[in-house]
């Protein structure tokens, strides 16, 4: 037995061959989602969603030259470094360090080299005590930390420099967090 075949392709119900014959921009990829996708990710690649190398902040005092390199756009749960440098003209009988609270709001710092001497809290700032350093020394403080997944669009505060009470320099300080 031979089957016979028929000249028409059978269609299911409701459909025609009509609905086979491609119409304009029916039957073809939309080019918009690719556009979205695509401005997206070159967005994220100029780095405007974060993830580029942190700028440094840079301050000149009598006493001290301050040198910061914090994140200042940075995606949540990331993993960020501080660097806080300060090469000093004049002897410091108590380096201190005093970071705002409102800064460091849901965040998880991890570690920070070296460890002060003495740490504490007072009037809304942590503060971090290093002890007595010599005129002309560089010195150094590396911070890690992490964003927590309850921060949104950011924090500012200030990062002090201090020598034990007296403020050398108060430097604003501002942290965007991105989704």
Known sequence: MSATRSSKQDFPQG?????SKAKGWHRRANPA?????????????L???????????????????????LPQR?????????????????????LTLAISSSYWHDLTINTMIPAPSEEKSEF???????GRIDA?????VKIDGQINPPLFLGNDGK???RNGNSVIASIPVDMKVMP
Do not use: C, W
Not at 15 to 19: R, T, V
Not at 33 to 45: D, K, P
Not at 47 to 69: D, K, R, Y
């Open 15 to 19: 459909i025609s061959e009509a609905h």
């Open 33 to 45: 989602s690719f556009i979205a996708l695509g401005s997206l990710m070159m967005l994220a690649v």
């Open 47 to 69: 780095g405007l969603f974060g993830g580029q190398p942190h700028p440094t902040i840079s301050v000149n005092a009598p006493s001290a030259e301050i040198n910061l390199q």
């Open 74 to 94: 940075i995606r949540n749960g990331q993993f960020f470094e501080m660097r806080i440098h300060v090469k000093t003209k004049r002897p410091f009988d108590d």
């Open 124 to 130: 809304g700032r942590y503060i971090f005590s290093y």
């Open 136 to 140: 002309g020394t560089d010195f150094t």
């Open 159 to 161: 990062v002090e420099l």
